[in-house]
């Protein structure tokens, strides 16, 4: 337990200069932020109430792809106002998808029928948009009623396949990005904001 009356005084002399921040393992290689948990808060605010007035009487369910979007899909939850179900799928990547083709293993299916229901795909960054697309085909076969997909962010310039968005958070250039989420080699997720990631922190 913290004793304030067993903390130490610095001995008495010249006031000492306080370090700079250091960087934690928490946020090293972590560059600037491009849209803050405040921004994030708002949009996805905005989405949802889209999604509610869209869906009004339909009950949608949303599916999203472990686990990137935990973040997302939890305060998007938060937004709608409508009854909702949620769902999630999970999937491991044969190598780098431009050589895939977008095809991806399942490593864990929907719990849910989906066959009659009014999807909405919810995904934390479309870049290709390969993998994307073959995950809608994917559902698609189930026969649901429709199908829609809902990115947070979009790096358009990247795009393979065209897939049409409903709702889109933000657009994004061409830096990769941690936080909200979104990892580097499984670090960088429990960041609240969304930040470009420095290239010194790269694996070569
Ligand atoms: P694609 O659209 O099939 O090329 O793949 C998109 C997937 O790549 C996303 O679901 C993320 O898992 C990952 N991804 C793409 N860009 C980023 C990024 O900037 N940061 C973290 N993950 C990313
Ligand atoms: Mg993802």
């Given at each position: 337990?913290?004793?304030?009356s067993?903390?130490t005084?610095?001995?008495?002399?010249p006031?000492?200069?306080p370090?700079a921040?250091?960087?934690?393992?928490m946020?090293?290689?972590?560059?600037?932020?491009?849209?803050t948990?405040?921004?994030?808060?708002?949009?996805?605010?905005?989405?949802?109430a889209?999604?509610?007035?869209?869906y009004a009487g339909?009950n949608?369910?949303?599916i999203?792809?472990l686990k990137?979007?935990?973040f997302f899909?939890?305060?998007?939850l938060?937004?709608?106002?409508?009854?909702v179900?949620?769902d999630f799928m999970?999937?491991?990547?044969?190598?780098p998808?431009?050589k895939a083709?977008?095809?991806?293993?399942l490593?864990k299916?929907?719990?849910?029928?989906?066959?009659?229901?009014h999807?909405i795909?919810?995904e934390?960054?479309?870049d290709?948009?390969?993998?994307?697309?073959?995950?809608?085909r994917l559902l698609?076969?189930r026969?649901?009623?429709s199908?829609?997909?809902?990115?947070?962010?979009?790096r358009?310039?990247?795009?393979?396949v065209n897939i049409?968005?409903?709702?889109?958070g933000f657009?994004?250039?061409n830096?990769?990005?941690?936080?909200y989420?979104?990892?580097?080699?499984?670090?960088?997720?429990h960041?609240?904001?969304i930040?470009?990631?420095r290239a010194?922190?790269l694996?070569?």
């Amino acid at each position: 337990m913290d004793d304030p009356s067993s903390v130490t005084e610095e001995p008495a002399g010249p006031a000492p200069v306080p370090p700079a921040q250091p960087p934690t393992a928490m946020t090293r290689g972590v560059g600037r932020v491009l849209f803050t948990a405040d921004d994030i808060q708002q949009r996805v605010r905005e989405i949802g109430a889209q999604i509610s007035q869209d869906y009004a009487g339909r009950n949608p369910l949303l599916i999203g792809v472990l686990k990137g979007v935990i973040f997302f899909m939890t305060d998007l939850l938060r937004a709608i106002t409508i009854p909702v179900d949620v769902d999630f799928m999970a999937i491991s990547r044969y190598g780098p998808q431009q050589k895939a083709g977008g095809v991806v293993r399942l490593t864990k299916d929907l719990e849910e029928t989906i066959d009659g229901r009014h999807l909405i795909f919810v995904e934390d960054v479309i870049d290709t948009g390969l993998t994307l697309s073959y995950l809608l085909r994917l559902l698609q076969a189930r026969g649901p009623a429709s199908l829609e997909v809902c990115v947070l962010l979009d790096r358009a310039q990247h795009r393979l396949v065209n897939i049409p968005l409903k709702y889109k958070g933000f657009d994004l250039l061409n830096r990769f990005v941690v936080g909200y989420g979104l990892d580097y080699r499984e670090a960088y997720r429990h960041l609240p904001y969304i930040a470009e990631l420095r290239a010194q922190a790269l694996v070569p």
